[in-house]
């Protein structure tokens, strides 16, 4: 007999915690974004997925709106409500990532702000840490591109990135466990606040922002698992 799929309390415990993280921070304004984490299972090859429903927020969930899926399908393996589409990226991250444990996504408003004002798609770097957290670059979707509806696109670059922005959409990070995905999308965002916050006070006072070089930040990546772990 298959092993059947059974809810965790732990892991919905750990959900919910990070939820509400999330929450505070700010990230959340309606029933869009969410959480997926992985966990390992002898009748699923890529694992399960919790997740919670559609039509319920981060900020307003509890246990009971936490649904378990398949990774390959979109298939409900324990829970009866449908997922969003948003559900479909964070599936294919996991499928093609046996490395990644958890993905969050959010919109976030000064991420949206800076890359729809006509700012270049590039991640630029002001501080030490942003590198050596999310160890490798980010990429960049572009506003015209829907991959969550279509995630045939997502192979040809989610093997070099960690952090995902989708341009007038928000963003999503993953990590090893949910923990990691977390620490990643904090520091992406804090980054892009502290851009804008330079850019303006460099308008105002007639300077130039002092980005770190490309070579710099590079090299930074390359070391990122050895200076975090």
Same mark, same amino acid.
């Not at 963003?171 to 949910?178: A, K, L, Y």
């Given at each position: 007999?298959?092993?059947?799929?059974?809810?965790?309390?732990? !892991?919905?415990?750990?959900?919910?915690?990070?939820?509400?993280?999330? $929450?505070?921070? /700010?990230?959340?304004?309606?029933?869009?974004?969410? @959480?997926?984490?992985?966990?390992?299972?002898?009748?699923?090859?890529?694992? !399960?997925?919790?997740?919670?429903?559609?039509? !319920?927020?981060?900020?307003?969930?509890?246990?009971?709106?936490?649904?378990?899926?398949?990774?390959?399908?979109?298939? @409900?393996?324990? /829970?009866?409500?449908?997922?969003?589409?948003? #559900?479909?990226?964070?599936?294919?991250?996991?499928?093609?990532?046996?490395?990644?444990?958890?993905?969050?996504?959010?919109?976030?408003?000064?991420? =949206? $702000?800076?890359?729809?004002?006509?700012?270049? #798609?590039?991640?630029?770097?002001?501080?030490?840490?942003?590198?050596?957290?999310? /160890?490798?670059?980010?990429?960049?979707?572009?506003?015209?591109?829907?991959?969550?509806?279509?995630?045939?696109?997502? *192979?040809?670059?989610?093997?070099?990135?960690?952090? =995902?922005?989708?341009?007038? #959409?928000? =963003?999503?990070?993953? /990590?090893?466990?949910?923990?990691?995905?977390?620490?990643?999308?904090?520091?992406?965002? $804090?980054?892009?606040?502290?851009?804008?916050? *330079?850019?303006?006070? *460099?308008? !105002?006072?007639?300077?130039?922002?002092?980005?770190?070089?490309?070579?710099?930040?590079?090299?930074?990546?390359?070391?990122?698992?050895?200076? =975090?772990?």
């Amino acid at each position: 007999m298959p092993t059947p799929v059974v809810f965790d309390p732990d !892991i919905g415990r750990q959900f919910v915690k990070y939820a509400r993280l999330v $929450a505070a921070r /700010g990230y959340v304004h309606n029933t869009l974004g969410n @959480i997926v984490m992985r966990v390992a299972h002898p009748g699923f090859p890529h694992g !399960i997925a919790y997740t919670k429903h559609a039509e !319920i927020s981060l900020e307003e969930m509890e246990t009971a709106n936490i649904v378990i899926t398949d990774v390959p399908t979109s298939g @409900i393996l324990w /829970g009866e409500r449908m997922t969003s589409v948003g #559900h479909n990226l964070s599936r294919e991250i996991l499928r093609l990532r046996p490395d990644v444990g958890a993905t969050l996504h959010v919109h976030d408003d000064a991420a =949206i $702000a800076l890359y729809g004002s006509g700012a270049p #798609h590039e991640f630029k770097v002001l501080s030490l840490d942003p590198p050596f957290v999310l /160890g490798k670059p980010v990429h960049f979707v572009p506003a015209h591109v829907d991959v969550e509806a279509d995630v045939s696109s997502v *192979a040809s670059f989610v093997q070099d990135t960690n952090s =995902i922005v989708l341009v007038g #959409h928000g =963003i999503t990070t993953f /990590g090893c466990n949910i923990s990691e995905a977390y620490h990643r999308l904090n520091t992406l965002t $804090a980054e892009v606040r502290r851009c804008l916050q *330079a850019e303006q006070h *460099a308008a !105002i006072k007639g300077t130039k922002v002092a980005y770190r070089a490309r070579e710099q930040i590079e090299a930074m990546y390359r070391f990122a698992e050895h200076i =975090i772990y």
